[in-house]
T-cell receptor
Framework: GNSVTQMEGPVTLSEEAFLTINCTYT??????LFWYVQYPGEGLQLLLKATKADDKGSNKGFEATYRKETTSFHLEKGSVQVSDSAVYFCALSEGWFSGGYNKLIFGAGTRLAVHP | NAGVTQTPKFQVLKTGQSMTLQCAQDMNHEYMSWYRQDPGMGLRLIHY???????DQGEVPNGYNVSRSTTEDFPLRLLSAAPSQTSVYFC????????????FGNGTRLTVT
C-alpha cells in the first residue's frame, strides 16, 4: 500500500543553519503531498502542500518541491530559528472516503531542535 | 476562535476501565476523525465521520467506538482499556473542499496501567 518514509530524528541545528528533512513516498496514481508541523503541546497544523508534480509549496520560509521522478518531497529552510523547534510530519493523500474526502497517510515524524 | 477542542488533556486508566474522550469543533465541518500518535509510527486513523449519523472505521479501530449525533461533537469511547491503548489521541476536522487541511485539537495523553 501507499506509505511515507521520513528521515529519523532528532535533527539538531544551530540557529541560522540550513535545514533539510527528507521525505519519500510510495503511491499509485498522483497523490497530493503535505508537510504538517506540531509545536510542543499542540496538535498538528498544515505547513505547506503541493498537489501535482513539480509544484513547490512554501510557507514561513519553508519550501518543498513535489518530485515525481524521485518520489520525494523534502522540506527545506534556508535559516532556521529557535522557534522552528517542533516535530515535522510528511503526508500524502490517497484514495477516497465516502463523501468525497481523500485519505491522509502520515510519516513517522521528524523532531527538529534548534539551539541559539 | 476555539477550533477543535479536546478534553481531557491527560487521563490515567486502569486496565479494563472504560472512558470517553470528548471532541468538539465550531467550524461547521462535516468531516471529523480520531488519530492516535505513537513514537516512531506517526499518526494512525482510528475512526472517522463524514457527517452526523455517519461513521466508519480507519486503520486501527479495534477497542474503540464512535458516534456522531451532531455536526459539532465526535466522542471516542474506549470500551475496556488495555495498556496497548496508551497513546496520544488527536481529534481533527476539515471542510469539504478538495485537499482541505485537517484542523487538529491539542490532544489527549492517555496512560493505561
Amino acid at each position: 500500500g501507499n506509505s511515507v518514509t521520513q528521515m529519523e530524528g532528532p535533527v539538531t541545528l544551530s540557529e541560522e543553519a540550513f535545514l533539510t528533512i527528507n521525505c519519500t513516498y510510495t503511491a499509485t496514481g498522483y497523490p497530493s503531498l503535505f508537510w504538517y508541523v506540531q509545536y510542543p503541546g499542540e496538535g498538528l497544523q498544515l505547513l505547506l502542500k503541493a498537489t501535482k508534480a513539480d509544484d513547490k509549496g512554501s510557507n514561513k520560509g519553508f519550501e518543498a518541491t513535489y518530485r515525481k521522478e524521485t518520489t520525494s518531497f523534502h522540506l527545506e529552510k534556508g535559516s532556521v530559528q529557535v522557534s522552528d523547534s517542533a516535530v515535522y510530519f510528511c503526508a500524502l493523500s490517497e484514495g477516497w472516503f465516502s463523501g468525497g474526502y481523500n485519505k491522509l497517510i502520515f510519516g513517522a515524524g521528524t523532531r527538529l531542535a534548534v539551539h541559539p | 476562535n476555539a477550533g477543535v477542542t479536546q478534553t481531557p488533556k491527560f487521563q490515567v486508566l486502569k486496565t479494563g476501565q472504560s472512558m470517553t474522550l470528548q471532541c468538539a469543533q465550531d467550524m461547521n465541518h462535516e468531516y471529523m476523525s480520531w488519530y492516535r500518535q505513537d513514537p516512531g509510527m506517526g499518526l494512525r486513523l482510528i475512526h472517522y465521520s463524514v457527517g452526523a449519523g455517519i461513521t466508519d472505521q480507519g486503520e486501527v479501530p479495534n477497542g474503540y467506538n464512535v458516534s456522531r449525533s451532531t455536526t459539532e461533537d465526535f466522542p471516542l469511547r474506549l470500551l475496556s482499556a488495555a495498556p496497548s491503548q496508551t497513546s496520544v489521541y488527536f481529534c481533527a476536522s476539515r471542510d469539504s473542499s478538495y485537499n482541505s487541511p485537517l484542523h487538529f485539537g491539542n490532544g489527549t495523553r492517555l496512560t493505561v496501567t
